[in-house]
């Protein structure tokens, strides 16, 4: 079979590798649907596993089941989390599902034409698609589950004044997300393209991060906001996003500037103003099940923010359109097009 192998952003191969075949708990399959997330195109967070077959936003169709696995049969649609927690011990049981501590296997990257998946991921990592959600929608799962759970984590209520710094496919699902809330939803981003998006999306303010955000934000909404997202690892969002937020608000850091970067807090302000910091990274299963719900009942439509599909082949082009920003929002790879 053909994987696509990363070795960085500008080097990514179509390899031939052997098919895999499944063992008695394990299943093989076939890769529909793959979406390149934003987090694939970042070096510093990649590289140290590099090369690697990326890949984690998958739609997949099961073709072969080792003889123990009762949970699914050949023809089955299925998405599979890149990896699960254990759901026991400690850091599980208090909701920090992306810290446990016994995550040991991890899916074998969806830029592929098949995937191997391992026993554990059968068990709590797989879930049956709605006939409602076709593979290439399927590919929204992960990344509105982790958006869920940072929504979640930040206590985002109705009516709110939610701020999202960066209107990636990330800041748009957050957008969506806030909009089913009926929060008041305000986008800033440095490409005018993605703005009109947002606002397209739903965003009732949308402001040109070029400009003193601040200040425009002050004069288009009668406060600041109770949440702001920060959904790009621009240094320069950090900043505007500490005068963005109002007395009581929350700031999540959805994104993260590059390990290298320190950030200052002005803490004393914030400790007058009881100004919460938040970080959230990845998902749960609980977000995964409720992200699939909000596809499957299109409380938050994703088709629209698909801007490419690709053949395996094209998986350097995929990566470069991501990287550029320019037309791309969603990107998919369709391994067995
Ligand atoms: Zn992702
Ligand atoms: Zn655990």
């Known amino acids: 079979m ?175 997300l806030a909009k089913t809330k009926n929060c008041r939803v305000i986008t800033t981003d440095l490409n005018t393209r993605r703005l009109e998006l947002a606002a397209g999306f739903g965003a009732d303010i949308i402001i040109d991060a070029a400009e003193n955000v601040a200040e425009r934000l002050e004069s288009a909404n009668d406060k600041k906001a109770d949440v702001v997202i920060l959904c790009t690892s621009a240094m320069s969002a950090v900043d505007q996003a500490w005068k963005c937020v109002d007395k009581g608000g929350v700031i999540v850091f959805f994104a993260v500037p590059g390990p290298d970067k320190h950030i200052t807090v002005p803490l004393n302000d914030f400790w007058t103003k009881e100004i919460q910091i938040l970080t959230s990274y990845y998902c749960g299963p609980p977000d995964i099940m409720n992200a699939i719900e909000l596809i499957a009942t299109r409380a938050i439509k994703v088709d629209d923010m698909i801007t490419h599909r690709l053949p395996l082949k094209d998986t350097p082009r995929g990566f470069q359109l991501v990287l550029d920003k320019k037309e791309s929002i969603k990107v998919i790879i369709k391994p067995n097009l």
């Not at 995937?115 to 929204?140: C, H, K, M, W």
Request: aromatic share 8%; proline share 9%.
């Open 2 to 176: 053909k994987v696509a192998r990363w070795y960085n952003n500008q080097d990514i191969r179509i390899e031939e590798v052997p098919t895999p075949r499944p063992g008695p708990d394990e299943m093989l399959v076939k890769v529909i649907s793959c979406g390149i997330c934003g987090s694939d195109i970042v070096e510093w967070y990649r590289l140290p596993r590099a090369p690697l077959v990326p890949g984690h936003e998958i739609g997949a169709e099961v073709v072969e089941v080792g003889p123990s696995v009762k949970k699914f049969i050949p023809g089955d649609r299925v998405f599979i989390a890149p990896k699960v927690p254990c759901m026991q011990c400690d850091y599980c049981k208090n909701g920090h599902y992306p810290a446990c501590t016994n995550i040991t296997e991890r899916l074998p990257g969806g830029l592929a034409e098949y995937v191997l998946v391992p026993n554990t991921l059968i068990e709590n990592g797989a879930y049956r698609l709605p006939d409602s959600i076709s593979y290439d929608q399927s590919t929204f799962i992960e990344p509105l589950a982790c958006v869920v759970r940072a929504q979640r984590l930040a206590g985002v209520q109705q009516g709110q004044t939610v701020m999202m710094f960066g209107c990636g496919m990330s800041g748009l699902l957050h957008v969506m």
